[in-house]
């Protein structure tokens, strides 16, 4: 039961141009998403966030986009940078009052960044 | 900067062991997770906990696992009997609020592999 897809295991970009990474969502009660990035042997680290009021949020190179009526997100970072190879979780919860879901987690897509 | 630690890094067990994995989470934060990622496969949700007692788990949160938080500290996650489908990296993920927009933040994670 895969509620939250990332169809595109991998990634491969050259160095200074933009990286899109998709993510998509069949749980309509979701209602915050957050990308994590993950290097091999380390946890997840927290990138972005976005709450389902919104539509767009945007920190230094990384912007992520949310499109709820297609249930669709995607982060966006630019320009690409090698350190930036890793692999990207997308997740989403439903959050209320006094109370939240853990994270619901997609597979991750492997992002390579090319010199 | 504050951050989630975990130990042991690595953990080797028998069948039927019990294991403790330990966290400690950061400082000032209220609310406690675990997740495991089995080798190839997403990260999942385990368990969240707040104020010394369960909050959400997940359907793999069987009568084997058990969480507590023995002091104002640390943070285990104990499994009292191990099968080999345990083999897993177990994360620890702390977040200071439980309401809205709250980001949780992982550890390096725990290794464990059960022969």
């Known amino acids: 039961d895969q509620q939250v897809k990332q169809n595109s295991p991998s990634l491969s970009v050259q160095e200074g141009r933009i990286s899109i990474l998709n993510c998509d969502y069949t749980?309509?009660?979701?209602?915050?998403f957050l990308w994590y990035k993950k290097y091999p042997a380390e946890g997840p680290t927290f990138l972005i966030s976005?709450?389902?009021?919104?539509d767009k949020n945007e920190d230094g190179r990384f912007t992520v986009f949310l499109n709820k009526s297609a249930k669709h997100l995607s982060l966006h970072i630019v320009p690409s940078q090698p350190g930036d190879s890793a692999v990207y979780f997308c997740?989403?919860?439903?959050?209320?009052?006094?109370?939240?879901?853990?994270?619901?987690f997609g597979k991750g897509t492997h992002l390579i960044i090319q010199p | 900067e504050p951050e989630v630690t975990q130990t042991p890094s690595h953990q080797v067990t028998q069948m039927g062991q019990e294991v403790i994995l330990r966290c400690v989470p950061i400082?000032?934060?209220?609310?406690f997770y675990w997740y495991r990622q089995i080798l190839g496969q997403k990260v999942e949700f385990l368990v969240s906990?707040?104020?010394?007692?369960?909050?959400?788990k997940s359907e793999i949160f069987d009568d084997q696992f058990s969480v507590e938080r023995p002091d104002g500290s640390n943070f285990t996650l104990k499994i009292r009997s191990t099968k080999l489908e345990d083999s897993a990296m177990y994360f620890c993920?702390?977040?200071?609020?439980?309401?809205?927009?709250?980001?949780?933040?992982f550890g390096p994670g725990t290794r464990l592999l059960v022969l």
């Open positions: 993920a702390s977040s200071e609020d439980f309401g809205r927009q709250e980001t949780q933040y």
């Open positions: 749980n309509s009660m979701f209602d915050y």
């Open positions: 976005i709450s389902s009021i919104k």
């Open positions: 997740a989403a919860t439903r959050q209320f009052e006094g109370g939240a879901d853990g994270l619901t």
């Open positions: 400082s000032n934060h209220l609310y």
């Open positions: 906990f707040y104020n010394n007692e369960i909050s959400e």
